[in-house]
């Protein structure tokens, strides 16, 4: 497997990020989500870029911890000592981040904000959707598991998700392609 000068690095300040917390359905740490999106990435795509790797690793800090955009910078400078890098790997995280959420649009039920949540992502880069497939496959396999009674909703919600990723999407890579077929679970 292709080593990523920087990953223990990003790991660490991911699981320090995510801490304590627990993943909802099943009670694993929280980091065992980010571990396992970019082991996807890496089993579907030999040619993942360290951007890919380093953002699948903090996908969910923004949105679930403390950690604020400014926080992200300053650490991931420090770590890589690169700023391109840094804005990089940044600017996959903030596509990646919940922006209907619950707490941001109170006055909207989940419905309302999941299309247009599903719309959002429909126009983020590609790269950025990779990792969003990634993060699907993994949540999918999870709720599938541990919640069958939200798989339902969720597995709907997803598969139209998807179909507004697919509609947006600017490539037609194979491995595009291979994470969207196995997203369709």
């Known amino acids: 497997m292709r ?5 223990k690095e990003v790991l660490e300040f991911a699981t320090q990020a995510h801490g304590d917390q627990k993943r909802k359905y099943s009670g694993l740490p929280y980091i ?3 571990v396992a999106v970019q082991q996807i990435l890496r089993d579907f795509y030999s040619g993942a870029s360290e951007e890919l790797i380093y953002a699948a690793l903090l996908h969910d800090v923004i949105e679930d911890t403390i950690v604020t955009e400014h926080m992200l910078v300053m650490a991931l400078n420090r770590i890589f000592f690169n700023r391109g890098l840094t804005r990089r790997v940044v600017k ?21 904000r999941k299309l247009l949540e599903h719309d959002r992502i429909a126009r983020i880069s590609d790269d950025a959707k ?5 993060d699907m496959i993994h949540n999918t396999e999870s709720i599938v598991k541990d919640d069958p009674s939200f798989a339902k909703l969720y ?4 598969n139209h998700m998807l179909d507004m990723i697919f509609d947006g999407r600017n490539s037609d890579t194979a491995v595009f392609f ?5 997203a369709r679970y």
């Open 3 to 7: 080593e990523f000068r920087y990953y």
């Open 32 to 34: 065992s989500h980010p």
């Open 92 to 112: 996959l995280v903030i596509e990646l981040t919940d922006v209907y959420t619950h707490e941001a649009y109170p006055d909207f039920n989940r419905r309302q």
């Open 130 to 134: 990779l990792i969003k497939f990634a």
């Open 155 to 158: 597995l709907k919600e997803k």
């Open 178 to 182: 291979r994470l969207y077929e196995r």
